[in-house]
């Protein structure tokens, strides 16, 4: 158990739809990453936030936004859902900050858009 | 630049031997590689590190080698177990900017 919970675990919608995925860090971790995994596009970042404030983009598409809360919680959230955004989603905490270093990955949000 | 390249896609090995995943990257600002260990249904898991200024590090049965000057990086595994039987997944970073960058993954096999 990394310590970094992610909520709900399986989530199926439609396409068009609107989700919104939930992480609570380590912890103490300030940072906290979101991943998408997809069998054709593997890991790939998509975000980072620090103490409340967006750090990096990666390829996380315009339809996709993303928050961390007072309480160092993140959410991650999805609109205009299309099949090809169907993929396991994991967010990782970090001890170090800005300074990255070893992250912590969730269990994962599977998305199946239907 | 960018990209981290990872082979081979999948490694079948018996039990009590050892298993290599190769890594190899072209960013030579990376300065952080770690490896994880993904099972089914599980989010990965961090195996073990390195920094570039050291060319290998060993923790129980795992071991990371890196070649700098060749910028690749491997992880071996001694005595595999079936228990060992996941995917791995090599990734690079520069350590102030966070993101890791991930190779495709191996799916190992750990044949009893």
């Known amino acids: 158990d990394s310590g970094v919970t992610q909520t709900p675990k399986h989530l199926i919608t439609a396409t068009g739809q609107r989700v919104t995925l939930r992480c609570s860090p380590r912890s103490g971790d300030l940072s906290v990453y979101w991943y998408q995994q997809s069998l054709d596009q593997g890991l790939q970042f998509l975000i980072h936030?620090?103490?409340?404030?967006?750090?990096a983009k990666g390829n996380i598409l315009e339809r996709f936004s993303a928050q961390q809360f007072p309480d160092l919680h993140s959410e991650l959230n999805l609109s205009s859902l299309e099949l090809g955004d169907s993929a396991l989603y994991f967010c990782?905490?970090?001890?170090?900050?800005?300074?990255?270093?070893?992250?912590?990955f969730g269990p994962g949000t599977r998305l199946t858009v239907t | 630049q960018q990209q981290v390249k990872q082979s081979p896609q999948s490694l079948i090995v018996q039990k009590g031997g050892i298993s290599i995943i190769n890594c190899a990257y072209e960013n030579t600002a990376f300065d952080y590689f770690p490896w994880y260990q993904q099972f089914p249904g599980k989010g990965p898991a961090l195996l073990i590190a390195i920094r570039p200024d050291v060319s290998e590090k060993k923790e129980g049965r795992f071991t990371i080698s890196f070649n700098k000057s060749a910028k690749q990086f491997s992880l071996h595994i001694m005595d595999s177990q079936p228990g060992d039987s996941a995917t791995y997944f090599c990734?690079?970073?520069?350590?102030?900017?966070?993101?890791?960058?991930f190779g495709q993954g191996t799916t190992l096999q750990v044949k009893p």
């Open positions: 990782a905490s970090s001890a170090q900050g800005l300074t990255g270093g070893e992250q912590y």
């Open positions: 936030y620090y103490n409340g404030e967006e750090r």
């Open positions: 990734a690079a970073s520069i350590v102030i900017e966070g993101k890791l960058i």
